[in-house]
């Protein structure tokens, strides 16, 4: 059985020490499935995802229906960072 842990995610260790005991009480495993929708462009962020074994990917969905693969994220990175640029953020 793999064991995962939150440092499997290179933003998540990458982190000092001190930093990553502040945050780590608020980290939860995510379970995904494919083609879950995590969050609509119109909604406010409530989470932020650190990817471990999953890439998500962000999608424009077109006035005609189709969708365009603008960004993916893996376990180097973060979706959700708006939230740190100064989006807001619904608790």
Request: net charge negative; with cysteine; charged share 15%.
């Amino acid at each position: 059985m793999l064991t995962q842990h939150p440092c499997q995610n290179h933003l998540l260790d990458a982190l000092f020490q001190s930093e990553y005991d502040r945050i780590f009480v608020n980290l939860e495993p995510v379970k995904m499935t494919l083609g879950e929708v995590l969050y609509e462009s119109s909604q406010q962020l409530k989470y932020v995802y650190f990817p471990i074994d999953s890439i998500v990917s962000m999608l424009y969905a077109m006035e005609d229906g189709n969708s365009a693969e603008i960004a993916v994220v893996g376990n180097e990175g973060i979706l959700g960072v708006s939230i740190f640029m100064g989006g807001k953020f619904n608790a």
